[in-house]
């Protein structure tokens, strides 16, 4: 898909700037002045005005770049305040097109009057390079089961860097088995062995994978055996929003998390290094604390943090094997040492859930097992899932987890279809199973009413448990291969989710059953996310797990 490196693999404008301030569509068709930094037409010889074409630009110098969307005219528009006077590189998104000239341009922004930039698209030469995780899942042939081993391809990297691959079945098993090494905190470019994995012969099911895989790749040839599919370009709604992404100082940062605290200031959690870091979203500057080593020899990283009701910042340190609070105020941190992590090298806490602890003291933990933690003791209390589990289920555990009001434990069972409420007084669990089957619940959060949102990876929804009436309801994302990972609502209107696979993050209106779908400037691997409830309409927070960048999603429609 189209990257958002400036003058790499962006198409970057290069028609004349001109001067003056161009007339821009409202929602209803109507021209009306509006007062702009930076403004525009897109258009093409195969269909004249495009609607749906992302435009980004970025001043030199700055960690922001700024993204709006063309109208059903072809028109766009940067917001004045949203450009500051400089120099900018322009760069554009819209699958299946590029510029006719690759070479960057330099847009000069000043305060006083609006710089003009019309642009002609071409049919793109290199249709593969722009395909999203989704687009090649879209395109592929195969299996449900394999399909969805590919899932966790995307925690690493792209679907394109399999799919151009050569290697043969044989070859390709082999690939698969060094795969399944990694720690899951690993990218091409910092990858990270696990504690007690070896590379040696494929199992049964890597091996299937393996020759699933050499069916779709280039091993028989440079010509597929199968056509190519595309999403198509956002229309409406989903071209009435802005979209600002933030760089962080690491280019090696994988921001997993991304978290609002009352300031208004965004926290995020580092996947594969042991940091968390806060950002200023009014100047752009983020801030890194760098966790302490708890494990030495064990891979570094995060896969959740969570704020406590005072403001303490909770971190599950992943194969680090500990419990952290961070103390936003002293900046200092503490450790919680799981039962015996020093002496086991699957010991893992990925998850934590902080949210009521002020009911009872306690912090529920999820990783390679769920726990209840006294931290005034430090006793760890492991979970019996085998206690009232229903008749003929086995091997029940979380991947996500949540507290609610009065904290009780709910895990989202990612391998089932499966919400698993724990009392927190007797430890019993009790089991909701979803409406479509083999679901995959993933993360999710509690909303002031202690109804539990969460997204179904696999099934490819945003759910909402309500514990009162025991009932889950479900919508179906429409976009294929959202494979959503986490969902918030925002007390209002929306429930908002963004998921791995199609760079696209969706917004629920729960009273309409409406879903508007945005597309992202960027190829975006999203995890956990966060939704501003103190604006008008809501806006999202994601990080960009593989591109070291924080997100935000800002609708210009309530």
């Known amino acids: 898909m189209t990257s958002h490196v400036f003058g790499t693999r962006s198409s970057i404008l290069s028609m004349a700037v001109l001067a003056g301030i161009l007339p821009f569509a409202d929602s209803a068709g109507a021209q009306t002045p509006a007062p702009s930094a930076l403004a525009g037409r897109v258009t093409s010889q195969a269909e004249g005005a495009m609607e749906g074409v992302l435009v980004s630009a970025k001043r030199a110098g700055s960690t922001m770049t700024v993204t709006v969307v063309s109208d059903a005219q072809g028109r766009y528009s940067f917001p004045r305040e949203r450009l500051e006077p400089g120099k900018y590189s322009v760069a554009i998104r819209a699958v299946g097109y590029e510029l006719p000239s690759a070479a960057p341009m330099q847009v000069d922004v000043t305060a006083r009057q609006a710089a003009a930039l019309d642009v ?79 590379i040696g012969p494929p199992t049964e099911g890597q091996a299937a994978l393996g020759k699933y895989i050499a069916t779709i790749n280039l091993s028989g040839g440079d010509e597929r055996p199968y056509p190519l599919k595309t999403l198509p370009r956002p229309k409406g709604k989903a071209t009435r929003v802005i979209i600002t992404e933030y760089d962080l100082p690491r280019q090696s940062a994988m921001p997993h998390d991304a978290q609002l605290d009352a300031r208004g200031m965004v926290w995020y959690g580092d996947f594969g290094a042991q940091y968390v870091g806060r950002l200023d979203p009014k100047t752009g500057k983020a801030t890194e604390f760098q966790i302490p080593v708890t494990k030495p020899g064990a891979p570094t990283g995060n896969l959740m943090i969570q704020f406590d009701k005072s403001g303490g910042l909770w971190v599950g340190s992943m194969m680090q094997g500990s419990l952290v609070k961070f103390d936003t105020k002293s900046e200092k941190f503490q450790s919680w040492g799981s039962p015996t992590f020093l002496n086991r090298d699957e010991a ?211």
């Open 348 to 558: 893992r806490i990925a998850m934590v859930a902080p949210e009521a602890m002020q009911v009872d003291g306690k912090v529920w933990i999820g990783g390679d097992f769920e726990y209840q933690v006294d931290i005034a003791t430090g006793k760890w209390t492991t979970i019996d899932y085998l206690k009232g589990q229903p008749a003929g289920a086995k091997d029940h555990g979380s991947y996500g987890v949540a507290a609610d009001s009065k904290n009780n434990f709910y895990g989202m069972e990612l391998n089932s279809e499966y919400i698993i409420k724990i009392d927190a007084k007797t430890l019993i669990p009790t089991y909701y199973k979803t409406p479509t089957p083999n679901s995959g619940p993933r993360r999710g959060h509690f909303d002031s009413q202690d109804r539990l949102w969460f997204a179904e990876n696999r099934g490819q929804n945003i759910g909402m448990f309500d514990p009162k009436t025991g009932k889950i309801q479900e919508w179906k994302m429409p976009t294929p291969y959202a494979t959503p990972y986490d969902a918030v609502f925002d007390e209002s209107t929306y429930a908002w989710t963004g998921g791995m696979g199609n760079d696209h993050v969706s917004r629920l209106n729960v009273k309409t059953g409406e879903v508007t779908d945005y597309l992202l400037p960027s190829s975006t691997n999203i995890r956990r996310v966060d939704v501003d409830k103190s604006v008008s309409p809501s806006q999202l927070w994601v990080g960009n797990n593989h591109a070291a960048t924080i997100v935000k999603v800002e609708p210009l429609d309530p």
């Open 120 to 198: 002609n698209l071409v049919k793109t030469k290199d249709l593969e390079h722009q395909l999203s995780n989704g687009e090649w899942l879209l395109s592929l042939p195969g299996e449900r089961r394999f399909k969805e081993a590919l899932y966790n391809c995307t925690s690493c990297h792209t679907l394109e860097r399999i799919v151009k691959a050569r290697y043969n079945a044989e070859e390709m098993g082999k690939v698969v088995q060094r795969m399944s090494t990694w720690a899951q905190g690993s990218m091409p470019t910092q990858p990270q062995p696990q504690l007690g994995r070896k």
